[in-house]
């Protein structure tokens, strides 16, 4: 979603603004209490509940890598829309795992890159909500990746707590090669990831040095802008490898690195969609002076949104007691329309609880106080 509204600002369209509005609250609405939807929801899992599920579930998942691009997405549709639900969802989750960071985080394939991955919701929670509070852990999360920044610019890999990683370095012979793995063995070597850390340090920077003006987050990303551009590929016997970067970078030797435990991921392997994807849209949006938040600004995107929330979020549905929930600021009731979710639905539709549910038709709670079944 981030890189089609950077497209669509850049061209001047508003072609995707629907699809961009249904994707946002098609994924609200599968976002749990706490602000949190899981590392993924798989086909299966969707097939067997009804959107109501998943959003009433109380779930917790303190992994940014995972989660933390959504609630950038979020913060963004609440500053377009007023809906204080992407607003309100957001923030809670971030409390929760900036009261966890760094040490309580689950970490996929490293610290380093939770730490990256937080800062673009953090800068852009300031820019909705500028607060001492929304501050201080957007200081905290900018200062605890520059910790990790060498001379060079490049960001250093770091290993998180034992038995709270996702993929970890091998701990023996037998483990080795076998799955995805930390390209570190141990904290300190001196290796920069440019598929999972770099590329998504380069973007969070950009925007907490855009949303704060502070001189030394500026400086910390005129390097990694410097380091990146210094280790970008030269090569005309590899035209496809020309002008891109590789998986990881080993910045004492100053050369491509990989980890042979980490399967299927050698030192010329290429990542086009995270790795070069980032990279070169930062470098772009630098050399327009402005940054993703500011390049997005005029969006027409909230036009679109009260008449979609009451299709696919009628208020009923989001009080598990069947309640009216706060209607978003600006929002005015509109029926959906004939083919929509609770609307033209056959009578067999009427008369099943488990299709009436599915549908996003109401649901009822048998007395008032008593939590309402979600059918399945």
């Excluded at 998943?54 to 691009?69: D, G, Q, W």
């Excluded at 590929?233 to 002008?243: K, Q, T, Y």
């Amino acid at each position: 979603m981030l890189g089609t509204l950077g497209t669509a600002a850049l061209l001047g369209t508003d072609r995707w603004d629907e699809a961009m509005m249904l994707c946002l609250l098609g994924n609200l609405r599968t976002t749990g209490r706490q602000g949190f939807r899981t590392d993924r929801l798989d086909m299966g899992l969707l097939s067997q509940h009804p959107w109501t599920y998943f959003y009433h579930r109380n779930v917790v998942n303190l992994a940014p890598h995972f989660e933390a691009y959504l609630w950038a997405c979020y913060l963004w549709a609440y500053h377009k829309t007023g809906d204080v639900l992407f607003l309100d969802r957001t923030r809670h989750a971030l409390h929760a795992t900036m009261k966890a960071y760094p040490r309580g985080l689950r970490w996929t394939n490293g610290l380093a890159q939770e730490r990256a991955r937080i800062l673009l919701p953090l800068a852009w929670l300031v820019r909705v909500e500028d607060t001492p509070e929304h501050r201080a852990w957007l200081r905290e999360a900018v200062e605890g990746l520059l910790a990790l920044q060498d001379e060079s610019g490049a960001i250093r890999e770091e290993l998180g707590p034992p038995g709270q990683g996702m993929f970890p370095p091998p701990r023996s012979n037998e483990e080795y090669g076998g799955n995805e793995a930390s390209l570190i063995q141990q904290d300190g070597e001196p290796v920069a990831d440019l598929l999972y850390t770099v590329n998504f340090a380069f973007l969070g920077l950009r925007e907490a040095a855009a949303a704060t003006r502070d001189p030394a987050w500026i400086a910390a990303e005129n390097r990694l802008a410097d380091f990146l551009v210094r280790i970008q590929i030269r090569s005309e016997a590899r035209p496809e490898l020309d002008g891109g970067w590789f998986r990881a970078f080993d910045f004492r030797r100053w050369e491509a690195w990989a980890s042979n435990a980490d399967v299927g991921w050698g030192a010329w392997a290429i990542e086009s969609g995270w790795t070069q994807g980032w990279i070169t849209s930062v470098l772009a949006l630098r050399q327009k002076q402005t940054s993703l938040w500011d390049l997005t600004a005029s969006s027409g995107i909230g036009r679109l949104h009260p008449e979609l929330r009451a299709r696919l979020m009628p208020d009923d549905l989001l009080s598990p007691h069947g309640s009216a929930a706060v209607r978003p600021r600006g929002a005015r009731q509109v029926l959906p329309a004939r083919g929509a979710p609770g609307r033209g639905l056959s009578r067999r539709d009427r008369s099943d609880p488990h299709r009436r549910g599915r549908l996003g038709w109401r649901i009822t709670p048998t007395r008032p106080g008593s939590v309402c079944k979600v059918p399945t």
